[in-house]
Structure formats: structure tokens, C-alpha cells
């Protein structure tokens, strides 16, 4: 009994000393956790439980100048379904109303939704896809559903929201307007305004401290966020609507006439340079007959201009003093050559002889290229020089991506030749893009003074102006005021008797100039030549307020109308006419209420005569009664009227003697 005892003794013993190793290692490792190893786990579990949220800043608005909404950002929901959420008595109650109500609401037959939700239960499917792209509007309405209306615990219900970009105004302006993305990669893109103003438009996240609750579930730590986002601001631009609509539908018009492959148009302010409207249009395909706004073309595009470069031999033969717009040049039947190369004018035999004003506004090759190739064969540099000081050599420094790159040939470039300085004479060797060769225009509209063009004017907070654009001159004077003169001059002709005699039109004044220009002349034999028809200027030409340029590229050759003057210009035309007969007049009258001595003196004499000669009662039969009242009134005689409409009797009979003591009746048909 006593060994046993002693046994037990000793197993009491070893279990006591184990617990107390145990508790010795517990002991350590719970010192080695919380003090060693504690930042490092509560850290961890930190992270697990307790996270950092964005909370998206609204992105800002981008309207016209006319206040217009141009893009905006809008809610937009996925409706997905939790098929094991809803209890059996639930799901089969209401999962016919259910598949008739979104058979309504969406569009597909009730058998459709019918099998997709019951098929879906039976699969114990979580996820099952509703509808996607749903509005506001239609997101609440599917949320009162049956079944639905039970919120996402007992329907099953699953609502994705996104923010998606729209442009309330549809495609028009699209390019420029633009839009952000972000690529397969995860890297940011965009195009126009959206890209360009992203800074002020997407404002700054903010930032909210959540910690994880039960089923997965995240709740806000504090009231306050740890950072509050700011929204972005609103971007004004300089398009108008208005004018934005008229030029977009001239073009499409026009290219879907020609069956063109792709063309654009762009409207400008004149005195500020600010862009009004600008339209970009281009198939997908060549096969196509729909056109989109595929590429920016009128900012992106460098191409050579053909003949609307002409104004820039006019302005340095007539700024340097060579020549004067009466100079007499022979066109030698429509054709001269440079080194075996020849320069071709449009008119078989061309125009005899004739000054070079006339060779402007008829688009001579021969006689201006025989300007500029006399005046400055042993100097070209003179020539080029003129060109790069009017900006023509260098970008406009648009705030978009893309600009395309002008290209002016140097006399000191490896790649100048002997055909290099009468080439550019007519617009070929040289490249810059649509909105260049509007800028350029645009200058002499604006007596010489060459102006950035502008696509937004303000940055705004509501009511706030957080940043102003202004006019930005690029060149304060491109030639002298006797020069620039002269131009205006050459250029209205051009429309009254010259290439764009069919856009004249006497009650609307236009000025201008024609371009058609050959392009991959020298590709494939030739195989690849397509035209490239263009027409620019400005209206009204007295008073310019607007210039503008339309350019089409390979329109339809087969009925030999492929000129600027045919294809481009009509469009420019319809923009002008319909800018200036439709839109409603904002000129303030002023003074209107302003008396004329004159005319006061005028009236007075006429009035008080009419008064001392009427001394019988007037004739009053067939007057329309009010001015009959009127009459009577200014007469000092009492008057009742019964009817309506004009005078038929009168109670005293005309040519008595007028007693303003008698009410006169007057009885109206």
C-alpha cells in the first residue's frame, strides 16, 4: 500500500513539474509575443482589421461657353442576384412578379427572367448577372421590385455602382471634349480637354480609416474622415453649341456627299483667338458610310496645305518690297519649269497674262511661284526667314497631347534643293496643320495681330473663378497695316471674282482663299494620289468676327469637282449664312430713348397742324377700333365702343362739326 501510494506520489509530482514547464513556457512565450514580437503583431492585425478607404472627390464638369453641359459624371449601376440569399417561402412567392416586372422594365420576355432566376437557385449561384448600365431611374425602380424590395440580406439583391463619364450633347465634339481611361496596364490615358485639365477637373481623393466587423462588414472608426475630398473644379470652354452644331452637320453633309474619307472644321473668334466650334470626321473603315470623330485631325494632322499657303508668298513679296500686287506676270499657256520639274496651273493653257493680284485670286501656280522664285533665288533664306517669324515653323503649344509637327524646309538642311524654294511657293515641300493655317488667316482678319487659339476660358469653383485664360498673342504683327490692307483686299476678290465665285453672294459678305493640294504624289507610281481640298477665311469681310477652315481629304474624284472651291467651300459658306441669319442679334441699342431736337422740333410742327385743321369729325369706317380710339382720344372727344374688330357706324356721322362735348359710339364688326 505504501509503494502504490509512493507511486501515485511521484506521478503527482512529474504532472505538476510538466504543468509548471508549461507554464514556464507560456510564461515566455506570451513576454516573447508581447514584448519582443508585439509591434510586430499588433501591426499585422492592425492591417487585418482596420484599413484606409478612398472616398472618391467628384470629378468636375466641363460646359460650353454658352453654359452648355458638355461632360458631366453620372451614377451608373450593375443589378446582380444572390440566389441563396432568399428564403424559400420568400423566393418562391415573389419570383414570378419579379421576372414579369424586369421583363418590363428591360426589355427580354418573362420566360427569360423566369429561367435565369430559378436556374440560378438551384445552382446556388451568387452572382448572377441582371442588368448593367442602369441609371438612377431605372436603378430605383428595380430596387422596388418584389423580392428585390427586401434589400440585399432577404432579396438578394447585389448593386455595383460606377461613375461613368457622359457628354449630354452626344458625339459632337467628341475629340475635343475628350476623356480619360485607364489602360489594360493600369496606366492613365486621354484625349482634349478631359486629359489635358485633369489636374483641376478630377479634384483630390479623401480618406476614411474603417475597421472590419462581423460577415466581412467595414465600419468608420471616427465621425471625421482622416482626410475630406475636394471636389474638382468646372472647366469652361470656349465652344459654342450653337455654332458647334452648325459646323458639324455642314461637314458631315459634305463628306457623306463626296464620299470623302475623312475631313474637319474649325471656327474662331477672331479678335480673341477663342475656338467656337471644331469638328473632326473620319471613317473606320474605307468601306465605311458612317463617320465618327476617330482622330483630332485639325490639330493632329501636318500635312502639305497646297494652295491657301500662297498668302504667305503675298505677304513677304509684299511686306519686303518686292513687288507690288500690280506686277505683270506672263503664265507662259499654263505651265514652267524648274530643273526638269514642272509647275502646272489648274486651267488648261492657263491665264495669259495677268497681275499678281489676279494670279491670286485665280490660283496661278505659275505666276506666283515665277513671284517668289525671282524675288528670292539668291536668297531663299530671306524667303524661309519671313515664314519662321510668323510662327509657321513651330508648333502652337496647344494644351492637348498629339500636336502635330509642322515641317518648313531650311536652306542649310542636307535635303534643300534647287526645286525646294519654287515648290513652296504653291504649297507643296512644306507641312503644318489645319489650325496653322487658320491661325495664319485668322491674323490678317485681325489686322495683322496673330492669336493663340484658345478651348478654355475659365476654371471655376460655382461662382468662383480659381483661373482666367486670356488672350495670348503670338505675333503682334505679322506685316504692315499697308500690307495687311492689301490682303484683305486679294482675299475678299478671290470670293467676288476669283476660285470661290460660286460661294459670292451679294447680301453676305466673305473673304478667303481656295486649296487643293495633291497628296502621296510620289507614292507606288502615283497608285496612292488622293486630293486633299480645303478653303479658309474669315466673315463678315468688312468687320471679320469669325474665321474659319474646312478641310477634306480624298473626296470623291469621279465627277472631276474635287476643288477647294467645290468641296470645301459650300461648307464654309452654310457655316457663315447660317451663323449670321439664324442665331438670334445680342447688339445693344444704345440711346435709345434719346430725343432728337430734329425730329422733336418735326413732330410738334406735324402735330399741333393736324390738330388746328381737324375741326369735323373724321371719317372712322373700316379703321380697326383701336386705332379709331387712339384717333379720338388725341381729339379730347369722348368715345364708347361696342364689338370687336374694325369700325362699321359711328353715332356721328363724318364732316359734322367736332363737339368734344358728345360721346362718339362706335359700333365694331
Known amino acids: 500500500m505504501a509503494v502504490d501510494d509512493k507511486h501515485i506520489s511521484n506521478r503527482i509530482y512529474l504532472v505538476a513539474f510538466c504543468i509548471f514547464i508549461m507554464a514556464v513556457a507560456i510564461a515566455f512565450k506570451l513576454s516573447k509575443i508581447q514584448i519582443v514580437e508585439g509591434p510586430r503583431l499588433r501591426e499585422l492585425a492592425k492591417k487585418e482589421t482596420v484599413k484606409s478607404f478612398l472616398i472618391p472627390a467628384n470629378k468636375g464638369n466641363i460646359y460650353s461657353a454658352d453654359g452648355s453641359l458638355l461632360a458631366t459624371s453620372i451614377p451608373n449601376y450593375n443589378i446582380r442576384f444572390d440566389a441563396v440569399a432568399p428564403k424559400n417561402e420568400a423566393f418562391e412567392k415573389n419570383v414570378k412578379p419579379l421576372a414579369d416586372s424586369l421583363s418590363k422594365l428591360l426589355g427580354k420576355p418573362y420566360s427569360f427572367y423566369h429561367s ?29 421590385f418584389p423580392l428585390f424590395n427586401l434589400g440585399a440580406n432577404k432579396g438578394g439583391i447585389i448593386v455595383e455602382q460606377k461613375t461613368v463619364r457622359e457628354h449630354p450633347i452626344g458625339k459632337i465634339a467628341e ?7 485607364v489602360k489594360p496596364d493600369g496606366e492613365l490615358d486621354g484625349k482634349g480637354i478631359e486629359w489635358s485639365f485633369r489636374k483641376y477637373l478630377n ?27 475636394q471636389d474638382g473644379y468646372d472647366v469652361i470652354s470656349t465652344i459654342d453649341v450653337y455654332i458647334q452644331d452648325i459646323a458639324h452637320h455642314a461637314l458631315l453633309k459634305q463628306l457623306k456627299e463626296f464620299k470623302a474619307d475623312h475631313g474637319c472644321v474649325v471656327v474662331m473668334e477672331t479678335k480673341t483667338g477663342k475656338i467656337k466650334a471644331i469638328s473632326n470626321l473620319g471613317k473606320l473603315k474605307a468601306t465605311d458610310t458612317t463617320y465618327f470623330e ?25 511686306d519686303d518690297n518686292k513687288v507690288d500686287t500690280s506686277k505683270v506676270y506672263d503664265s507662259n499657256g499654263g505651265v514652267i519649269d524648274y530643273r526638269g520639274k514642272k509647275v502646272r496651273d489648274s486651267k488648261e493653257g492657263g491665264y495669259g497674262r495677268i497681275s499678281l493680284a489676279k494670279g491670286f485670286e485665280v490660283s496661278s501656280n505659275t505666276v506666283l511661284v515665277q513671284a517668289v522664285y525671282e524675288n528670292y533665288k539668291n536668297n531663299p533664306t530671306e524667303f524661309v526667314d519671313r515664314i519662321d517669324r510668323m510662327g509657321l515653323n513651330k508648333p502652337l503649344g496647344l494644351p492637348f497631347k498629339g500636336e502635330g509637327q509642322p515641317y518648313i524646309p531650311q536652306p542649310e538642311d542636307k535635303n534643300w534643293s534647287a526645286i525646294s524654294l519654287p515648290w513652296m511657293a504653291f504649297g507643296y515641300g512644306v507641312s503644318i496643320t489645319p489650325l496653322q493655317t487658320l491661325t495664319l488667316y485668322n491674323a490678317v482678319a485681325n489686322n495683322g495681330e496673330m492669336v493663340k487659339p484658345q478651348f478654355v476660358s475659365e476654371i471655376k469653383e460655382w461662382n468662383r473663378i480659381v483661373k482666367k485664360y486670356n488672350k495670348e498673342v503670338i505675333n503682334p504683327k505679322i506685316c504692315s497695316a499697308e500690307t495687311n490692307k492689301k490682303l484683305k483686299a486679294i482675299l475678299e476678290n478671290v470670293v467676288k471674282r476669283g476660285t470661290a465665285s460660286k460661294l459670292y453672294s451679294k447680301d453676305f459678305s466673305m473673304a478667303g482663299k481656295t486649296g487643293t493640294a495633291q497628296a502621296n504624289y510620289g507614292k507606288n507610281g502615283g497608285a496612292d494620289k488622293h486630293y486633299i481640298s480645303s ?12 474665321s474659319c477652315i474646312v478641310v477634306v481629304h480624298k473626296p470623291n474624284t469621279s465627277g472631276n469637282n474635287y476643288y477647294g472651291a ?5 461648307v464654309f459658306k452654310r457655316i457663315a449664312q447660317k451663323i449670321f441669319t439664324d442665331s438670334p442679334s445680342t447688339n445693344e441699342i444704345k440711346n435709345l430713348n434719346k430725343k432728337i431736337n430734329a425730329q422733336e422740333k418735326s413732330f410738334n410742327a406735324f402735330y399741333a ?20 380710339v387712339a384717333l379720338l382720344e388725341n381729339l379730347k372727344v ?19 362739326a367736332l363737339d368734344k362735348s358728345k360721346t362718339i359710339i362706335l359700333e365694331l364688326s
Open 175 to 181: 475629340r475635343t471634349i475628350g476623356y480619360e481611361r
Open 203 to 229: 479634384g483630390k481623393d479623401g480618406k476614411v480609416l474603417k475597421q472590419k466587423i462581423a460577415k466581412g462588414q467595414w465600419k468608420p472608426i471616427r465621425d471625421i474622415n482622416e482626410v475630406e475630398p
Open 566 to 570: 467645290d468641296v470645301a467651300g459650300p
Open 116 to 144: 435565369q432566376l430559378n436556374i440560378a437557385r438551384t445552382n446556388k449561384n451568387r452572382y448572377l448577372l441582371i442588368a448593367r448600365d442602369l441609371s438612377y431611374t431605372q436603378y430605383i425602380k428595380i430596387k422596388s
Open 609 to 628: 397742324n393736324s390738330q388746328s385743321e381737324l375741326k369735323v369729325v373724321p371719317n372712322l369706317k373700316g379703321m380697326a377700333g383701336m386705332d379709331a
Open 535 to 546: 478653303f479658309v477665311g474669315y466673315f463678315p469681310a468688312d468687320t471679320p468676327k469669325y
Open 294 to 318: 476617330t482622330e483630332n485631325y485639325a490639330i493632329k494632322e501636318s500635312h502639305e496645305p497646297g494652295s491657301t499657303f500662297k498668302l504667305v508668298d503675298m505677304i513677304a513679296l509684299l
Open 638 to 656: 369722348k368715345v364708347k365702343v361696342i364689338g370687336v374688330g374694325k369700325v362699321k357706324k359711328q353715332s356721328i356721322a363724318a364732316g359734322q
